[in-house]
């Protein structure tokens, strides 16, 4: 029964690993028009922040959210919770950078010293996100997040 409800939202955030992956890939096509680059920006960054909503979406969802032990799930998936803000906030700054250089004279060199150091950051999380993402939405499948078992047990006498 969970597998039947849990497999659409994991296909939904496959989806958006491989739009990012996209727009990462074939981002950095030079297009004269940059509204439309702008465009892509803005709608690579919203699947960013859907895919962050939806896991926590399904944190929210879990057993041990609805009994209160909360401090399970930010230990268990904290690397996940991180690297996901870290690489939204990079990619940010890459596309507004990157507009701002571009927005007056579409055709300028815009790979500076510092550009380059955040374009490397940005695609070096973004293998990071993916990796880890993925490894937080195969992980909250699992059927011991959403029922009661001695582990939640153990794990919350560990704390308290």
Known sequence: MLLNRYR??????????????????FANVRNPEVVIQVVLYVIQDICILFA?????LLFFSTYIFQAGLISILIIKF???????????TLSISLHVWQMRMLWDDPLVYIYSPGFTALYIFQRLSAVLYYFCYKRAALRLSNQ??????DWIRREFAKRH
């Not at 659409?8 to 890939?25: G, I, K, T, W």
């Not at 962050?52 to 926590?56: R, T």
């Not at 011991?144 to 078992?149: P, Q």
């Open 144 to 149: 011991c997040f959403y029922e009661d078992s």
């Open 78 to 88: 904290k690397w996940s919770i991180i690297i996901a803000f870290v690489y939204l």
């Open 52 to 56: 962050v909503i939806i896991l926590f």
């Open 8 to 25: 659409p939202m994991l296909l939904l955030q496959y989806l958006l690993l491989v739009e990012d992956l996209a727009f990462n890939s």
